[in-house]
Every structure is written in structure tokens, then in C-alpha cells.
């Protein structure tokens, strides 16, 4: 004890066990973000809001909330690369966010959150490849071909019902390739979490404003009471906007990137659990199966100790 006790200064260890704490709890946090996002885009279809209006307050709110710290972060966002930029504000701002509600609105949360995040690897490698020319790993495969599989399941879960589900599925996979791209360009922008977040955000809502105005996004946010927004400003404009973009670097931060990737692959599993009371969507077994590979694809691809440049680590 007196040798553990030279070896470190007093309080060290207390520190960064308070500091793991926290982390986890911030953890915690943000794969409830992520499973209640899946949760809200599928919600738009059982409100009167439309998609146009769930944008609007998933942009509007972080926008007014990060206001005050833009001028501070303006000399990074000059520095960003124009590709990089480019990619961040696609992949997780409006083309991002309309296509996984068109996406979610003929499928389930179940089919949100596994083929737009527990499809990010596969995302990653393919936008990597085609882009930057990044490989990934022989160790890598078997992951990604469980996610594949996974995403067949999805498919035939859906039944022989037309062709509405079947679009809806390519929609949320080109989702899933947007957000793949965002996760390279955030790599590549040199911003820190807040940076990203503004980039995501101000030119989603400069392009969103004259869509809503022009009545090209249709709105009927006028009509819908103060009671029914609230759950959507608290996910998608306070969780998704603001509290995920904090909560997830801290956990990486005191975590490492290898437990947060494994948790994180969670988050399916725990958007299409929370789906059945929430939303009344009961999976068929197809579907749950999906999930459940396409989560241990994930987990398998994250443990790989051996990783390309362009695909490590990724949810």
C-alpha cells in the first residue's frame, strides 16, 4: 500500500475512478440518444408534426443553444477542409436527417437504428474505399459479413408487402453511407466536438429555412400542441443536437474507443426493446434476428485488434 500510495499522487487514483464513473454514465446517456433517435423518426408518422417540422427543431434548438460560442469557433471552421465540411453536413445534418425519416416512415425503429448505425462500419469501409481508397483487414471481413447478413434479414423481415418497406430500407442504407461519410470527415475536419456540431447544424438550418418557407417541406407545426413537441425537442433538438455531441467525446475520453464502440453497438438492440411499449412495433423474428446479428457484427468488428486507418473503431 505505502509503495501504491508513492507511486501515485494523492487523489490520482480517486480521480480517475470519479472520471471512469462519469464516463459511463455519459456512455449510458448516449446510446439512449442514439436508441431514441430511431424512436423519434419512426414517431413522426404517429404525429401530426411532418418531417419538415422534426428538422426544424432538431436544427433550431442546438443552433439558438451553441450561438453564443460560434464566434469563438468561426478561425477552426475557416480551416476545415471544403470536402470535409461537405461530409459532415450531409452526413448528419438535413440530407442526413430527411432521408432516415423518409427512410423510418415504411420500415420500424428496429430497422432505423440497425441499418443506419449498426451498419456504420460497412459504411465507413465503403465510403473509405471509394473516396480515400482505404482497405480494410483480412481480420475485419467476418464482422462485416455478419452485418451483412443482418441486413438480409432486415429485408426479408419486412414480408412481401410491396415495394414501399424495400425503399424504405435503401433510404435508410443511403443514410447509413451518409453517415459513414460524416464519421471520415469529422476525422478530417481537425474540430473539436462542439466545432462539429455547429458544422452539422448552421447550414442544415440555412438550407431547411427556405424549403419550410417555400412550402416545398409541408409544416404543420402551427397545429400541434405545446405537449406533443416536447418529446422531440428533448431528443432530437436537445439529446441528438446538443447532449450526444458532449457526452459521447467525454466517454471516449475516459473510456477509450474500444469500450464506447462495443456499448454503443447496443443501441439497436435497445431502440427495437423500448419500440414494443413505446410505439407498439412488435418485430418479426426475422427482424429480431437481424438485429441481434447486425449488433454482433459490430462487436466482432470492433474487437478486431488489428485495424486500417479508415475504418477503426466505428458506430
Known amino acids: 500500500m505505502s509503495q501504491l500510495s508513492s507511486t501515485f499522487p494523492p487523489g490520482t487514483a480517486r480521480a480517475r475512478s470519479s472520471g471512469t464513473l462519469l464516463g459511463w454514465a455519459a456512455l449510458a446517456v448516449t446510446v439512449l440518444i442514439w436508441a431514441a433517435f430511431a424512436l423519434t423518426i419512426r414517431a413522426i408518422g404517429h404525429s401530426p408534426l411532418t418531417p419538415g417540422d422534426v ?34 453536413t450531409a452526413g448528419a445534418g438535413l440530407p442526413f436527417f430527411l432521408i432516415a425519416a423518409a427512410g423510418g416512415a415504411s420500415t420500424s425503429a428496429a430497422h432505423v437504428s440497425a441499418l443506419v448505425a449498426g451498419t456504420t462500419p460497412l459504411s465507413v469501409v465503403l465510403v473509405g474505399a471509394a473516396l480515400f481508397r482505404d482497405r480494410v483487414t483480412a481480420a475485419q471481413w467476418p464482422g462485416l459479413g455478419l452485418i451483412l447478413l443482418g441486413i438480409v434479414l432486415l429485408v426479408a423481415g419486412l414480408g412481401t408487402v410491396g415495394t414501399s418497406p424495400l425503399t424504405g430500407i435503401a433510404l435508410l442504407l443511403s443514410a447509413s453511407l451518409l453517415w459513414g461519410g460524416y ?11 462542439l466545432g462539429v456540431a455547429m458544422l452539422v447544424t448552421y447550414p442544415s438550418l440555412l438550407l431547411l429555412a427556405p424549403l419550410l418557407l417555400s412550402g416545398t417541406l409541408p409544416s404543420h407545426l402551427t397545429q400541434v400542441p405545446w405537449h406533443g413537441l416536447l418529446p422531440f425537442i428533448a431528443v432530437q433538438g436537445i439529446g441528438v443536437g446538443v447532449v450526444a455531441s458532449l457526452t459521447y467525446p467525454y466517454a471516449l475520453r475516459h473510456l477509450g474507443t474500444l469500450r464506447c464502440a462495443t456499448v454503443g453497438a447496443l443501441a439497436p438492440v435497445l431502440a427495437t426493446l423500448l419500440a414494443l411499449p413505446l410505439l407498439g412495433e412488435r418485430p418479426s423474428l426475422a427482424s429480431a ?4 446479428i447486425v449488433t454482433t457484427g459490430v462487436l466482432v468488428f470492433n474487437l478486431m485488434p488489428t485495424r486500417t486507418k479508415g475504418a477503426a473503431h466505428v458506430q
Do not use: E, Y
Open 55 to 88: 428538422a426544424l427543431i432538431r436544427f433550431l434548438i442546438p443552433a439558438a443553444l451553441l450561438l453564443p460560442l460560434l464566434p469563438s469557433r468561426l478561425p477552426a471552421l475557416r480551416r476545415v477542409p471544403p470536402h470535409a465540411a461537405l461530409m459532415i
Open 183 to 193: 464519421t471520415l470527415g469529422m476525422r478530417r475536419a481537425g474540430l473539436d466536438p
Open 289 to 292: 434476428i437481424g438485429v441481434a
